[in-house]
Every structure is written in structure tokens, then in C-alpha cells.
């Protein structure tokens, strides 16, 4: 698909133009009918990706700039920024930012660790591969909010195996945050670790050896040689996480309802939503939210040069 | 010699065993929960001392659970359909053909996926309750096609691109129909992917609460993680631990039996569609 050689060019040798016309004409019509199949096939996933989510976040935009509260409908009005200015001056939006942001990075920089050691040990052990592998997808495949009512009621006082007698970790905010932090890290240190596999694989063994007779010991050959060449599997699996961190709600949720002031951005838009009824303010924070996501990601591409993978797979066709 | 080896494969089973116990001290604690009685729930002990059944003999006795449960299994199973067929159609062409905005697709679906659900939630709420989709099967299974799809397209092309196609033309010179080309020598080829994939995309549709939370208000669609969080023990101020830990047991063991069962295969799906290159 790459290169499909003029049939023109072909056909001049056997120097007959008709035949090159027929065949041009043939390859045209191809070509057209390839198109057309194409565009018919990603028609109904487009469609519906552009209606449910470009759709209502034009929408959002929209009720955004109207002072929509559903429990005063007759209230409705155009009020253009002013839902900005009471998100942005609110010191419960800048609280909940600064707790996101906090948990973002944490967790991001502690998983990366993590998921490096772990897909060090499924790469390299000599023993039980199998079974490293396949009790590593366990966090994985466990539902968020089981996982958080598994560490809500360890974290528990009297009920739970980790909390000391008297102890309630779960109603202060630091200890609070560490246990939302570890919620989060436990459940996604799998799937950085597997991204990360992938790209050890691609490391050339050889190039260990040689590094090794060289006289560069274990840590040197990490940092010099395989850290360099993952740098692109690196940076993929932090941005998907670090987008992904952004929206922490489900942990949040279960282990303290948003107490203590411990709210994520999407926890405050959707007590807003929910409990507030409040649609001008929701939406004003959820195009907030929208908006820092995108900067995230602006970031990441501009600083490290990280390729999106759709970008390379588009490309490589 | 001998002895090195020994000390090695000795150290390897120890960061093993680390591994091992990272993945399922958690798993096991809230299947011990599970099985506490009353008597023994709050006794702080990781392991239940007298094993009883009856938190599970609780929830599958509550009308709201099994209902939560059904609404789980067919809300995940529909949506998972769906996004499969909507996505090797879309995945075929982006693989195997040339046509224009191809680039801008899977752009756009890799900005989809990493869309922060609560953008969508407030716009969708409005649009839901207007169109009388709110707090319904389809007002559920909807965004979760939506957000199954990227992830869909993306693994089923990335699998897509390791089929040798070229069978397809040898075995239409062999002489079979195209029909049959592509029924005996491209479907089996391609099964393995598109399986592995619905996997994937059911296990993000079990796993979501979000919108299970925000898109519904009763037990009509409502989903076992957000009707898990509504669960009400004999008072309104009792937690009912037990039994918020047997429909997390229920809800678990199946996916990771069939993530166990299909290893290899998800961890090839997970890393192939993320990392090429």
C-alpha cells in the first residue's frame, strides 16, 4: 500500500497506449472504490464518537456561559463569563487542583518506579515467568471501586488488618491522600509495567553482553543503555497515565466522599452536577478540566518530543 | 557452578513471591471479608477464623443487587458488541486501506480516550434527561461505546497489521471465492484479535463508575459498582461491609478467571496497541 506502482509507467513498455489508458482507467476506479469502502467502514465509528463526545463538549462550552441551575429554571440567562470567574476565584476549585495535581505527579512518578522494577522482574526472572505475568494482570482486571473498598476497609479502624487500634487514617487529609495515592499506584503499576515490557523487549541483548564485558555493571547498562533506547515506550506509557491520573474520581469516591477536603477536580464538578444541580458551574468545570488536559498533553508532546503512538501508527499505515 | 545457579533461581523466587504478594493481599483481604461472619467482621483479622456464607446469601437475596447485576452483565455485553463491530469495521480500513483523514481518525480517537469522562458528564446529563435517555440501558451504553471505541480501533489495527494478508490472494488464485478467502483464511486469522479485544473493552465497561453513577437514579440501569455504593445495611448508619464485599467478590472473580485464562493474549492486546516502534 505504501508504494503501488504507476500502471501508466508499467504499460508504456509494452508500448501500447490503449492498453495503459484501460489500465490507468482501472486504477483510478480502484482507487475510488477504496476510498469509498474506507470511508464507508469508519463512518459509524466516527459518527458516533463526533455525536457523544465533540457533540457535548461543544455543548458544555455552551452551558458554560448560562447561568444554568436546574433548581431555578425560570433563572436561566446568558451570563458569558461570570461561571468563570466564580470557578476560577473559588478557593474549593484552586483546593481541589492543587489536591489532583499533587496525586497526578505522585502517583505518575511512583508508578513509573514501580512499573519499571516490575517489568524488569517479568522480562528478566529465571523462574515462574508464567506465573509473575499472570498475577501481575490482577490489579488490572479488578474493578476500581472493588479495589478501593478493599483498601477503605483495611484502612478502617477496628475493622482493618492495617490500621493501628484508633486509628482513622481515612478522616485526615494526609494520611488520606497517601491512601488514595496507593490505591492508585496498586492498580496501575500493571499496565505501565506491561508498556514498559514491551519496549525492554526491543532492548538488543547483545548490546547488554558487550556493555558488560566492558566492565559496566547492572545500574550503568540500565542508565546508559536500556533507559535511552525505552525513552519513547517511556514517555508514552507516562503520558497516558498522567492524563489519566488527572481524572482520579473512583478511588476518591469510596474511600472519602471528597472529606477533609480531599476532592479531585472531577469529584468537585460532579457534586456540583449532582448534588448541586448546578449545570452552569459543572459545565464551566468541566471545560476547565478539558482545557488543563489538553495543556497537559501540549506539554508532554512539546517537552520530550513524545511521538503519539497514533501519530506512528498513522503513519506507518 | 551448581551452587550459583541455585542461589540465583533462589533470589528470583523471592522477588517473585514479592510479586506475587503485591497483586493479591488486597484480593484476598476483601475475599476473607466476604467470608466473615457478624460475630468475627470487626475482629481486624486478616483471615476470617470461622468462614460463613452469609453476606453472599444477603446480596443474592437483594432485589436491587441481582437487578444491578443483570443490568451490569447486559449494559457491558451490548455496548462491547457494538464497539467491536463499529471498531474492526473502522480498524479494517484504517489497516488495509487508503483513503483520506485516516490520520485525523485516529487522532481523534486518541484524543476521545484520553478525554476527561466528567467533560462529558454534565453535557450528557442535560442531553440524556431531554431525550428521555437518562437512567436507561441505552443511556448507559452509549458513552460506553464511545469510549470503547478508541481503544477498540486501536488494538483491532494493531492486530490487523500482523495478518499476512497475502494469504488471501494465494488462496483466490488457489480458487476460492472471495467469500471464501475471507471466511476460511482471514477470519480465523483475525479472531484471535478481535477476541482479545472484546475482552479489553468489556473489562472498561465492568470497570466503569462514573457514568453508571452520574447517568442514572434507580436500580432500572443503575451498575453493580455504583450500586455497591448505595448498598444500606440494616441502619442507615451501618456499613454493610460484608456484604459491599461479597458483590465485590462476585464482581471480580469472573474477569480475573478470564484475564488468567487469556494471559498471554491480553498482555499482546494491552502492549500492542500502545507501543509500536
Not at chain 2, 451490548?78 to 483520506?100: E, N, S
Request: aromatic share 12%; glycine share 6%.
Amino acid at each position: 500500500m505504501t508504494q503501488t506502482p504507476t500502471p501508466a509507467a508499467a504499460a508504456t513498455d509494452t508500448a501500447d497506449d490503449g492498453t495503459a489508458q484501460i489500465a490507468l482507467q482501472r486504477h483510478t476506479d480502484a482507487k475510488k472504490a477504496e476510498r469509498k469502502l474506507g470511508l464507508l467502514l469508519v463512518a459509524p465509528a466516527v459518527t458516533i464518537m463526533l455525536a457523544v463526545a465533540a457533540y457535548p463538549i461543544l455543548y458544555a462550552f455552551w452551558l458554560s456561559l448560562q447561568k444554568a441551575d436546574l433548581r431555578r429554571p425560570d433563572a436561566n440567562e446568558f451570563v458569558f463569563l461570570d461561571n468563570y470567574v466564580t470557578v476560577l476565584s473559588s478557593s474549593i476549585w484552586w483546593t481541589a487542583f492543587g489536591v489532583t495535581m499533587f496525586i497526578t505527579i505522585v502517583s505518575a512518578f511512583l508508578e513509573l518506579v514501580f512499573g519499571m522494577i516490575l517489568a524488569i522482574v517479568m522480562h528478566r526472572t529465571i523462574v515462574g515467568r508464567g506465573l509473575v505475568r499472570t498475577s501481575a494482570l490482577v490489579p488490572y482486571s479488578i474493578v476500581t471501586v472493588v479495589a478501593a473498598f478493599s483498601w477503605r476497609f483495611a484502612w478502617t479502624s477496628d475493622l482493618g488488618y492495617l490500621t493501628p487500634s484508633g486509628a482513622a487514617p481515612l478522616t485526615e487529609f494526609w494520611p488520606s491522600i497517601w491512601i488514595i495515592i496507593l490505591a492508585e499506584v496498586w492498580k496501575t503499576i500493571p499496565f505501565m509495567a506491561l508498556l514498559l515490557m514491551a519496549g525492554l523487549a526491543l532492548v538488543p541483548e547483545d548490546l547488554l553482553k558487550a556493555a558488560s564485558m566492558d566492565g559496566a555493571n547492572a545500574w550503568k547498562r540500565f542508565w546508559a543503555i536500556t533507559v535511552p533506547l525505552i525513552k519513547p515506550a517511556i514517555l508514552v506509557a507516562l503520558l497516558f497515565r498522567t492524563l489519566d491520573a488527572f481524572r482520579v474520581f473512583d478511588n476518591i469516591f469510596i474511600l472519602t466522599s471528597g472529606a477533609n477536603e480531599t476532592s479531585s477536580v472531577s469529584m468537585v464538578a460532579y457534586s456540583n452536577l449532582i448534588r448541586g444541580l448546578n449545570l452552569g458551574i459543572g459545565s464551566t468545570m468541566a471545560v476547565l478540566i478539558f482545557i488543563t488536559t489538553g495543556i497537559i498533553a501540549f506539554l508532554f508532546i512539546k517537552a520530550f518530543g513524545a511521538a503519539a503512538p497514533g501519530s506512528d501508527s498513522g503513519g506507518r499505515k | 557452578m551448581q551452587t550459583e545457579t541455585t542461589q540465583r533461581k533462589l533470589m528470583w523466587w523471592g522477588v517473585n513471591i514479592l510479586v506475587l504478594l503485591y497483586a493479591f493481599v488486597p484480593v484476598v483481604w476483601i475475599i476473607s471479608l466476604s467470608l466473615k461472619d457478624d460475630a468475627t467482621l470487626n475482629d481486624g483479622n486478616y483471615l476470617p477464623s470461622s468462614p460463613s456464607g452469609e453476606s453472599y446469601a444477603a446480596i443474592f437475596s437483594n432485589p436491587d443487587f441481582l437487578r444491578a447485576l443483570a443490568n451490569s452483565i447486559g449494559i457491558c455485553a451490548i455496548a462491547t458488541f457494538v464497539a467491536i463491530v463499529f471498531g474492526t469495521m473502522a480498524a479494517y480500513a484504517i489497516a488495509r486501506l487508503d483513503f483520506p483523514g485516516k490520520v485525523t481518525i485516529v487522532a481523534v480517537s486518541l484524543l476521545i480516550s484520553m478525554f476527561p469522562q466528567i467533560a462529558l458528564v454534565t453535557p450528557l446529563f442535560k442531553i440524556e434527561t431531554a431525550l428521555g435517555l437518562f437512567d436507561t440501558w441505552p443511556g448507559l451504553i452509549i458513552p460506553y461505546i464511545t469510549f470503547a471505541l478508541p481503544l477498540a480501533i486501536y488494538t483491532l489495527s494493531a492486530f490487523f497489521r500482523e495478518i499476512p494478508w497475502d494469504l488471501e490472494k494465494a488462496a483466490k488464485m488457489d480458487g476460492a471465492t472471495p467469500y471464501q478467502a475471507f471466511r476460511q483464511v482471514i477470519t480465523p486469522l483475525a479472531m484471535p484479535g478481535v477476541f482479545t479485544t472484546a475482552i479489553l473493552v468489556f473489562i472498561s465497561c465492568w470497570n466503569d463508575f462514573l457514568f453508571a453513577l452520574s447517568l442514572t437514579s434507580t436500580s432500572n440501569a443503575r451498575t453493580v459498582p455504583a450500586a455497591m455504593s448505595y448498598f444500606t445495611g440494616a441502619t442507615t448508619f451501618e456499613k454493610p461491609t460484608g456484604p459491599i464485599a461479597a458483590a465485590a467478590v462476585v464482581i471480580t472473580v469472573p474477569l480475573v478467571i478470564m484475564v488468567l485464562l487469556f494471559q498471554r493474549r491480553i498482555v499482546a492486546g494491552l502492549t500492542s496497541g500502545a507501543v509500536k516502534g
